[in-house]
């Protein structure tokens, strides 16, 4: 089994920042790629940022600009620097990582955080 353990959450003033940290623990072989995703109330769950094993990032047009995803492939871990925080970016923001489990099953399978609350206040 995989975890995923998020921290870094909180409540913000508009305009400011927060680092969100992600870190995966279990039996994994690789992985792929991780990233951040985000649901706000009452609307579906959307992509704000990924980042694969190489370094290639991929950013919601939202977040551009604001956002830096960064990982430490050592630590498993992914991050999520956000600044000039708007009140449209409050949500639940959930890690997502796409695993290799073992060398005999290399199909990547997707694993997801518990979420974390962030709360931007105007």
């Known amino acids: 089994q995989v975890q995923l353990v998020e921290s870094g959450g909180g409540l913000v003033q508009a305009g400011g920042s927060l680092r969100l940290s992600c870190a995966a623990s279990?039996?994994?072989?690789?992985?792929?790629?991780m990233g951040w995703y985000r649901q706000a109330p009452g609307k579906q769950r959307e992509l704000v940022a990924t980042i694969t094993s190489g370094g290639g990032t991929n950013y919601a047009d939202s977040v551009k600009g604001r956002f830096t995803v960064s990982r430490d492939n050592a630590k498993n871990t992914v991050y999520l620097q956000m600044n000039s925080l708007k009140p449209e970016d409050t949500a639940v923001y959930y890690c997502?990582?796409?695993?290799?489990?073992?060398?005999?099953?290399?199909?990547?399978?997707?694993?997801w955080g518990q979420g974390t609350l962030v709360t931007v206040s105007s």
């Open positions: 997502d990582a796409l695993v290799i489990l073992n060398i005999m099953v290399p199909t990547p399978m997707h694993y």
């Open positions: 279990g039996s994994i072989f690789s992985i792929k790629a």
